[in-house]
């Protein structure tokens, strides 16, 4: 198979492995570390300064989600996987994609 075609591949069926979400994790956690931290030198409880750092975050999974929006090629592998499910729909109905006669 040509090269350019491999690498297209790999890219189509490349997943979010676990060591990215790991890596994901850890930096948010620790900035989420950095903020408390800051509140807790400004005098805060550790409750409130951990709250006030999630606000300040604005929430781990929605971050996660733009960050995840922003990585090279999630375009294309948003297509991928819309095109994988249409596959899949007209295998399971494949009168419906012959259309009207």
């Not at 975050?57 to 971050?63: P, R, S, T």
Request: charged content about 30%; cysteine-free.
């Amino acid at each position: 198979m040509i090269p350019a075609l491999h690498r297209l591949r790999a890219l189509l069926r490349w997943r979010r492995g676990a060591q990215g979400e790991r890596d994901l994790d850890d930096e948010l956690r620790a900035h989420l570390d950095l903020l408390e931290a800051e509140h807790l030198k400004s005098g805060m409880d550790p409750q409130e300064a951990r709250h006030h750092a999630l606000l300040e975050l604005g929430g781990l999974a929605q971050v996660k989600e733009e960050v995840r929006a922003i990585r090279p090629g999630f375009w294309l592998e948003t297509f991928a996987q819309d095109l994988r499910f249409a596959a899949r729909l007209l295998r399971k109905s494949p009168g419906f994609a012959a259309g009207p006669s």
